[in-house]
């Protein structure tokens, strides 16, 4: 997208066809419109979702040609403009001068809810900084569609997103996370996730439930639940897995907190061949304490050491 978005010329094309009906679309107030499209099936799209799409001055996407097909489904005529993490810079600024002169914006992604894991969020902030409204249009949602189907608690949970590639980075993000008292919901790609879900059986436990969800609302949709040791046999036997991943891994067991004399001597043990970082995660994995107050600990007993 090199120039400023153009104003749709013909109002009278601005509808969408549901079941064949054609719908006219309203106009809409001049704002920055976060639409919600399908992660999968084209049919999980909401009626407000369409009339937006079908009103919008000017529609921004990550790839224009993934949203053509969403838009040519719904006989929507607006022209997509692409608007990724490559020209985020260039384009957002553009995206707001339209908003400043007055018109619609609407901003989708590839699927799913925008902001959520792309750089949508620059956009909504550009906005709200230059004084415009940002409304969102809810809908489809991989994280929430995991975490219904996965089985596992959800009156807490924790979206964390992708965690990092490399493996001790990975550990050390788990570890982290390792005592939330909720429901984890990472993004994870077919070819990692046998290592992540190797790495999240060490750090949080062999035994600790979990559900990979493969290809939500696709025709080859999968949950695969079990505790995570197990499912990491799984994927280590059947590592040429396809499609776009939801892991979701319930939250830690609750137990009764050591004695301090026990939590020392796990510390004084762990400190032996780790790190003093590395003793407090896996100290924090082992007693399901904070790993902040475990690593306070371990330098008070360094200093006592050393009197």
Do not use: W
């Not at 097909?69 to 553009?94: F, Q, W």
């Not at 990979?212 to 590592?239: D, I, M, Q, S, W």
């Amino acid at each position: 997208m090199h120039e400023q978005p153009q104003r749709e010329a013909a109002p009278a094309a601005r509808h969408y066809r549901v079941h064949g009906a054609l719908v006219a679309a309203r106009p809409l107030e001049p704002a920055l419109y976060l639409v919600a499209t399908p992660i999968g099936n084209l049919g999980d799209i909401t009626l407000r979702a369409l009339e937006t799409l079908a009103g919008a001055d000017v529609l921004a996407c990550e790839d224009t040609r993934v949203t053509r097909v969403l838009l040519d489904r719904y006989g929507i005529a607006t022209r997509p403009h692409a608007y990724h993490e490559h020209n985020a810079d260039e384009v957002g600024p553009k995206l707001v001068a339209a908003l400043d002169e007055g018109r619609s914006v609407a901003l989708v992604s590839d699927a799913g809810t925008p902001l959520v894991s792309d750089p949508g969020y620059r956009l909504g902030q550009l906005a709200l900084a230059a004084g415009h409204r940002v409304v969102p249009i809810p809908g489809a949602s991989a994280p929430l569609a995991a975490l219904v189907g996965s089985g596992l608690p959800n009156d807490a949970f924790l979206f964390a997103g992708f965690l990092p590639t490399k493996d001790k980075a990975r550990r050390d993000r788990l570890g982290e996370l390792s005592t939330v008292p909720a429901t984890l919901v990472f993004f994870e790609s077919p070819h990692r996730i046998g290592a992540t879900l190797a790495a999240a059986a060490d750090v949080l436990g062999a035994d600790r439930p979990a559900a990979v969800c493969r290809e939500l609302t696709k025709t080859f949709e999968e949950f695969r639940r079990g505790a995570l040791a197990e499912l990491a046999v799984h994927y280590a036997a059947n590592p040429q897995v396809k499609g776009e991943i939801v892991l979701v891994v319930g939250p830690p067991a609750e137990r009764a907190p050591p004695e301090a004399a026990d939590v020392d001597a796990i510390l004084s043990l762990l400190i032996r061949d780790m790190s003093a970082g590395k003793a407090a995660t896996e100290a924090a994995r082992q007693t399901g304490m904070p790993r902040r107050e475990l690593y306070q600990r371990l330098l008070e007993l360094k200093a006592g050491d050393g009197d």
